[in-house]
């Protein structure tokens, strides 16, 4: 499944699952048996923390912290994984992919609320502003993320200023707005065993 993790790279023609249609391996091309209840469930959690870049035990955290909130859980945990720093940054269009956006976040470069941020996995909360320093803002790998952002555009939960390298998170972001192809409730079923 196409789950967009090298940017651009993704929507062109290079895309490796555009490629072939079958798992790597001798046996991926082969007969495929049916997978199990568990065995969806369990897929399901694998690309979540895949798209995300996360291992088990933040996931779980991040799960911990949904299942406590009210409303829907599954909902609460694309809440929470959207608000996530590295994550934020991508969707303003600072970065081309979440791993470039969680390196980006790790060097230095985001301020949060005119201070600088280098943990990835800081919550942003509405009314936070995200911006480049002054000084990354001709960093290349930045410039061609922010151009290709300005063709693309962005989500309706947060407020860019392009020309500042700014960005402002003025809502939480909707289940109706992910894009994303995942059903949150399977990952539900999975940790309420």
């Known amino acids: 499944m196409k789950l967009f993790l090298k940017g651009d790279r ?8 555009e490629k072939r249609s079958f798992p790597p391996g001798m046996h991926g091309s082969g007969f495929r048996q049916k997978l199990s209840e568990f065995g969806l469930q369990l897929r399901e959690k694998q690309k979540v923390k895949r798209i995300y870049g996360m291992l088990e035990k933040q996931f779980r955290r991040f799960f911990a912290e949904a299942s406590r ?25 600072f970065a081309a992919s979440r791993a470039e956006a969680r390196q980006i976040v790790r060097h230095g470069h985001i301020q ?19 911006s480049v320093r002054e000084k990354s803002r001709r960093h290349p790998q930045i410039a ?3 151009e290709a952002a300005r063709r693309k555009g962005t989500t309706s939960w947060f407020e860019m200023d392009m020309a500042n390298f700014t960005g402002k998170v003025v809502a ?4 109706e707005e992910l894009t994303l192809p995942i059903q949150e409730q399977l990952i539900v079923e999975l940790y309420s065993r």
């Open 144 to 146: 061609s993320a922010v």
């Open 112 to 130: 949060l609320n005119g201070r600088r941020a280098n943990i990835p996995s800081q919550l942003v909360k509405v009314g936070d502003v995200v």
């Open 10 to 17: 993704c929507y062109t023609d290079k895309c490796a699952i």
């Open 172 to 175: 939480e972001p909707k289940r």
């Open 69 to 93: 909130r009210r409303g829907m859980t599954g909902e609460n945990l694309l809440i929470l994984l959207e608000s996530r720093l590295d994550n934020v940054v991508h969707r303003m269009g």
